[in-house]
């Protein structure tokens, strides 16, 4: 490649001279002479200031009608998506293997076509055969659901361009898709990336809901590059232990809705069913108060969520290394926890192992649930059941100080609706009128008092 010749231009009359001077031989001016890098090969093939499409602005402020939202015919699935599929939006959804993403796709694939929909349902990892006897056994066989099984997305989109487009495409999943134009064998960074972009463009350009479904990796972490997450609307997570019947749908990304609300299911034999209230679900089983259990109200979005918090305490010989186990809830909020107790209130827990587990398999992530740990932990230290029929719910600070968390009225309203008849948590100066008792804390210290005395 030739090397570029410098040139040096006159910034007061632009004369061009292939040296620099002193003094500009055109106009006579001094020190006018600038060095001027001229055009590459490669800046000229890529100048993109030109030979484009002119774009047709809007204003943000004109009236625009939104798009109309389209129920799934599952409450809890509209619940999560934040009201119902929004045309033209791209849904990646992930989870473990057989935790249920193709049972819950399938039911709301039937769902819609039930209602007159258009759904179109791709596999890439079953046979056409397979699915039906997957739909029969969930008693959707009859749904007009158009099924193909297919991994080329040239030949999934030459065949949607033919007709009028979906009101649903689902794609199970976008890992064994691969385009014909992109080297590299089907889930490999360039291929996940690839096919997303040709399918996502698809579902906006003809206003397509797509629901992409995506394997995870170990960790639990949706597989594939990160960019996939960037690229769609939405992105869900189906969660839940293959021990427990539950599963929960819960939304990590979400353009047209919030994020933290969840949809709650059920597994049984013939599909995933709907549990309108969740908190039966992991109250189940307390017929009698026992000493380490206690009951917090946990907030998931706009909806409250009651849960059982056990700890056991197991005293050990001297010289023996304590064992702190966590199921549920996070393990580094657990010792500060109990580092507060010892260094605040006293309590001795160095010499005895610590397990804490959340009931049912539900994963805690509200700071509100410090109180109802600490609660639940100096119950099992002292060998004492706490009031029968309360809740707990409060942030401790390391001052040992019960600080007020959001949602308290919603907390109690759900409490009282299920039965219980008092509740303990951050000290208030005003109280909402409910049909439960309101026991205010002002430091952890007085908790400890209320449980030993």
Same mark, same amino acid.
């Given at each position: ?17 292939? +040296? ?223 021990? %427990? ?77 304590? +064992? ?13 926890? !109990? ?7 006293? !309590? ?14 539900? +994963? ?42 959001? %949602?308290?009225?919603?907390?109690? +309203? ?40």
């Amino acid at each position: 490649m030739a090397k570029p010749k410098k040139r040096y231009v006159c910034q007061a009359c632009g004369a061009v001279s292939p +040296r620099w001077q002193g003094q500009c031989a055109d106009c006579a001016e001094w020190n006018t002479l600038v060095e001027d890098a001229p055009a590459t090969v490669f800046s000229q093939k890529h100048d993109l200031s030109g030979g484009g499409r002119r774009l047709e602005f809007v204003s943000l402020s004109d009236p625009v009608e939104p798009p109309k939202r389209a129920t799934t015919g599952l409450k809890e699935f509209d619940r999560a998506l934040g009201g119902g599929l929004v045309p033209g939006a791209a849904i990646l959804i992930g989870g473990d293997p057989g935790i249920g993403k193709s049972t819950l796709l399938l039911q709301t694939a039937g769902s819609i076509a039930r209602k007159g929909g258009d759904v179109v349902y791709v596999s890439g990892e079953e046979a056409s055969a397979q699915v039906r006897l997957r739909a029969e056994r969930l008693g959707l066989a009859n749904e007009p659901v158009r099924l193909a099984s297919s991994t080329n997305v040239r030949d999934i989109l030459t065949t949607l361009g033919a007709g009028e487009p979906p009101d649903l495409l689902v794609v199970d999943s976008i890992q064994t898709m691969y385009s014909d134009t992109i080297e590299g064998a089907p889930g490999t960074v360039s291929q996940v990336r690839g096919c997303a972009f040709e399918l996502i463009r698809y579902a906006k350009e003809r206003g397509t809901a797509l629901v992409l479904v995506g394997h995870v990796t170990k960790d639990g972490n949706i597989a594939g590059p990160r960019v996939l997450e960037h690229m769609v609307d939405v992105v869900m997570s189906f969660e839940g232990e293959r021990s %427990h019947q539950y599963r929960i749908l819960r939304a990590l990304k979400n353009r047209f809705g919030a994020v933290d609300e969840i949809g709650v299911f059920a597994m049984a034999t013939e599909g995933l069913e709907e549990v309108e209230n969740p908190s039966m679900l992991f109250l189940s089983g307390r017929d009698a108060p026992l000493a380490g259990s206690a009951v917090f109200p946990a907030m998931e979005g706009t909806r409250p969520v009651l849960v059982e918090i056990q700890a056991l305490i197991v005293k050990l010989q001297s010289g023996a290394t304590p +064992r702190r186990a966590v199921v549920g809830w996070d393990n580094g909020r657990l010792a500060m926890l !109990l580092a507060v107790l010892e260094s605040r209130c006293g !309590l001795n827990f160095s010499s005895a192992e610590v397990y804490l587990n959340v009931a049912g398999g539900y +994963r805690l992530a509200d700071p509100a649930a410090d109180l109802a740990v600490a609660a639940a932990l100096v119950s099992a230290l002292a060998d004492r059941p706490l009031p029968d029929r309360s809740v707990w719910f409060g942030e401790v600070s390391l001052a040992g100080e019960i600080r007020p968390v959001a %949602h308290s009225g919603l907390r109690l +309203r759900e409490a009282a609706k299920l039965g219980f008849e008092s509740a303990y948590g951050p000290l208030r100066e005003e109280k909402a009128s409910l049909d439960i008792q309101f026991g205010g804390f002002r430091q952890l210290g007085q908790l400890v008092d209320r449980v030993m005395r």
